[in-house]
């Protein structure tokens, strides 16, 4: 009998912490029994279970999983599938914070389990992925599931084994996010990966699964491609075209057609996107050229301008002073214009900074009053004034921390992952998820990760096959490029790496409700409690800790509620 759970057969079957990652070479000794835990209203709740048959086997044994208990309703089951990880972290990456450095097949995928895809019982390590998603009506108090494993493919039913697991519904309801977080989203990735002509009906349809998947885990920000984005393309090269704005340019004037940006619009809204992003209005690293821009010009479709036309061209200039006003009185009609943000170029460096200010300078008078937002890291752009609203590597956001930059937004990517959070595959989940301490400590307003659904190699060269290369063509580790796997059915397959960030934005929504209560000390006083002050790269490792301490932030607010 393991940990006190019943075991009827050789296989032993138990529940363990979502911030486990169960290799198949592993023994499931070596995984910790995590079976309660306390969940708020409105909450998405994650653990997994995981199974292994102890007596060696060179066959398979077909499991179904049946769930039991007056929350049942509640609950949703997916299989976790380990994925081909050729680049788990550059050779070259010094920290150690991570469960393999080797090439192998990491678990990481969330498959729906139905009759055709159902889970296999063999001596390997595995497990499924168990959502709690508590209504915000749920009765408080202890409720217990029971997880029944069996063969029914045998006609006696074999049962392999039998866990239960006990959720605390605490009478208070996680409040709305806060945090403004975006991950990038390719209309063009998925009209290629389904063989789709650009904006067709099944495309929309498409791209709508894929928002409501990314509106379920917390991404409330989209990018909203008014132009082909300016985003990891060669220099001289192209992507995809992926233009909402529908151009015409005759006898000289130009005209715009915003039929297709209402209609983006309000499917994201309907989805529950709360905040939109305008796509750059200038190349990536630099500013130095205008994006791909197409247009019907006298009759004839083509590109108007392009890694040909110099960012400060006058025609360029006059195309954007006249396309702006109309594209934000869109923004309004539509009552999203205070909740969108607008890009210059992304990922200047301080190299560039003459270029940048010389870009952002030919539309500063028509975005007079907008937003406007841009990864970058050189504290020299904010010092100077270029730009009012960076958006920080964690891993360089020392010098705006130190001068108390307010509404501070941050960002990772490939390149953060020397001590800061990241989501990487490779990582440790605790890892990705320590960054709800960071957000809540430094008072972060926003947060950007640039691969949502990237499914190019870099450069956007070629289209790739994420089921095989999870490293965009052997260029960034596994983890960076996408969050989400394209399903057969045009919906969006999750993955842990994504819901490990996901359980981060509901831990750090639990301590805002707590500082509600208890005022922001309480909460610090519990983040901190006995460790050295969190930084963004200095933070306890060990799993336990995350799992501490949002039992205890749960604790404080069932006991001042």
Known sequence: MENKEKQLSTVIFKPIAETEKCFLDEKISTKALHNKASMLRGERFSFQLAYQDMKMRFDRRIGHIKVEGDIADWVTVQRVECVPVRLPISRACEDMNFLRREPGLFPDLLRPITEKNRVYVTSDLQSVWVDIRVPEDAPAGDHKLTFTLYNGESAEEE?????????????????????????????????????????????????????????????????????????????????????????????????????????????????????????????????????????????????????????????????LKEMIPQLIDVLRRHGVDKKTVFHISDEPGGWMLESYKKAKSTVEDVLDGQIIIDALSDYSFYEQGI????????????????????????????????????????????????????????KIAGFLQWGYNFYFTQHSCEPLDPYLCTDGGCWVPAGDTFSVYPAPDGTAYETIHLLGFTAALNDLRAMELAESLCGRDAVMAIIEDGIDPITFDSYPQEQEYILNMREKINKLIADNI
Not at 206 to 223: C, H, S, W
Not at 292 to 315: I, L, P, S
């Open 387 to 442: 730009l009012q609203n960076p958006v920080v590597s964690t891993d360089h956001v020392g010098p705006y921390l130190e001068n108390n930059v307010k509404d501070l937004w941050v960002y990772y990517c490939c390149c953060q992952v020397n001590k800061v959070s990241n989501r990487l595959v490779a990582m440790p989940t605790a890892r990705n998820r320590i960054i709800s301490t960071q957000f809540y400590k430094y």
């Open 159 to 319: 049962i392999f084994g039998v866990c239960t697991f006990t959720a605390t519904v605490i009478p208070a309801t996680l409040p709305k996010q806060k945090l403004a977080v975006t991950q990038w989203f390719y209309c063009d990735c998925l009209a290629s990966y389904y063989n789709l002509e650009m904006f067709s009906e099944r495309h929309w349809e498409i791209i709508e699964n894929f928002i409501k998947t990314a509106v379920d885990n917390g991404i409330n920000m989209i990018l909203t491609p008014i132009f082909t984005p300016a985003l990891d393309t060669q220099v001289g090269g192209e992507r995809p075209t992926n233009q909402l704005l529908i151009i015409e340019r005759n006898n000289g004037k130009w005209s715009f057609d915003f039929t297709l940006v209402d209609r983006w619009i309000e499917m994201c809204k309907k989805c529950g996107m709360e905040y939109f992003e305008i796509s750059h209005l200038f190349t990536q690293w630099g500013a130095e050229h205008a994006p791909k821009v197409m247009a019907t010009v006298d009759g004839e479709y083509k590109k108007v301008f392009g890694w040909e036309t110099d960012a400060a061209a006058e025609e360029y200039t006059g195309f």
